[in-house]
Nanobody, 123 residues
Framework: QVQLVESGGGLVQAGGSLRLSCAAS????????MGWFRQPPGKEREFVAG????????YYSDSVKGRFTISRDNAKNTVYLQMNSLKPEDTAVYYC????????????????WGQGTQVTVSS
């Protein structure tokens, strides 16, 4: 089992940057594929980015590709999401999650979730 705690959210102007962090408890962090999801107000949770166990492979939704970067540090049990060129439509609660499944894109592939951190982008 793993517990996840996100941090780094906040209010930023359009075009700005934020870096989210997700700290994991437990000694098995490196055995999990990790993902970031977001849930805009009134909408369903959606995939943002995923990263393989070693960090060697990364995956992004089309809406954030080229602007966001996911990375992980297995020695620190932490996964990051660097968000650049932020847009008002990036406003959402951002969640990190640990996957026990195969697919990165689907909510059902993830067994463990953090509590979320709010990101608000003003125009």
């Amino acid at each position: 089992q793993v517990q996840l705690v996100e941090s780094g959210g906040g209010l930023v102007q359009a075009g700005g940057s934020l870096r989210l962090s997700c700290a994991a408890s437990g000694r098995t962090f490196s055995s999990y594929r990790m993902g970031w999801f977001r849930q805009p107000p009134g909408k369903e949770r959606e995939f943002v980015a995923g990263i393989s166990r070693s960090g060697g492979r990364t995956y992004y939704s089309d809406s954030v590709k080229g602007r966001f970067t996911i990375s992980r540090d297995n020695a620190k049990n932490t996964v990051y999401l660097q968000m650049n060129s932020l847009k008002p439509e990036d406003t959402a609660v951002y969640y990190c999650a640990a996957s026990t499944g195969i697919s990165y894109q689907y909510v059902d592939s993830y067994a463990y979730w953090g509590q979320g951190t709010q990101v608000t982008v003003s125009s």
